[in-house]
């Protein structure tokens, strides 16, 4: 199958998977869930809801990336999903695998709570938090991308990642309920500390797919400038 085909069946297939998750996801919230778990916000309030969406909208740009004919609108949209991987999707997407395995195997309470199982099967939690994995090595392996200077990733990482925590505060400080019951475990100190612990890991995941991208494609890619072509 040659190259370009096989960017187009890998995109199509990824963004038609997780709109199916979605999809089955968005059609639980009318059901009896346990207490606390769609209140106020819904499902928008979890970051491995938002990073479903994410990976989503990524896949759905590189499959529309895939169909452009023109040069211009080509190059605008490959600018946009190459930011949108190397910033966003990538680093974000394998800290929900690494941070929900981690808290997991030492105490699943802390983070999916036992009661969810009855609503929520065990192919939904792996496609929530497993099958990202595979799914972005896979982008990595079928398709090069070229990453912008990292002092800019790092900001615009660091602005998302501030607004994600103000809206788990908000949503704590409008119906005293944590999105994450492990939250509840720490101090003001501890929040702000787990919060930084947080950030310092999704840099690092952002300098691994740089050198991930580098290695599989070759340091062709990475010598020009960040940014640029």
């Not at 612990?197 to 890619?221: A, E, P, R």
Request: with cysteine; charged share 10%.
């Amino acid at each position: 199958m040659p190259l370009n085909m096989s960017w187009r069946v890998y995109h199509v297939a990824a963004f038609c998977w997780y709109a199916f998750v979605v999809k089955c996801l968005m059609a639980k919230e009318g059901d009896q869930l346990p207490p606390g778990i769609f209140v106020y916000g819904g499902p928008w309030k979890y970051l491995t809801f938002l990073n479903l969406l994410l990976q989503m909208s990524f896949f759905g740009l590189a499959a529309l990336n895939d169909l452009q004919t023109l040069k211009k609108l080509e190059s605008t949209l490959n600018k946009c999903k190459d930011l949108l991987f190397s910033v966003f999707v990538f680093p974000v997407g394998m800290f929900v695998v690494l941070l929900f395995w981690t808290i997991f195997a030492y105490d699943r309470e802390l983070v999916y709570p036992a009661t969810i199982d009855t609503f929520f099967p065990p192919w939904i939690n792996h496609a929530m938090h497993t099958f990202v994995l595979p799914v972005l090595l896979g982008e990595v392996l079928v398709q090069p991308h070229i990453y912008p200077q990292t002092k800019h990733a790092l900001a615009a990482l660091g602005g998302v990642g501030s607004a994600y925590l103000c809206w788990i505060v908000w949503v704590y400080l409008s119906v005293g309920i944590w999105v994450y019951p492990l939250l509840a475990h720490f101090s003001t100190a501890g929040l702000v500390g787990f919060f930084f612990l947080n950030m310092s890991v999704v840099t690092l995941l952002y300098v691994l797919g740089d050198k991930l991208n580098c290695q599989v494609w070759s340091k062709k890619l990475c010598i020009y400038p960040r940014g640029q072509t």
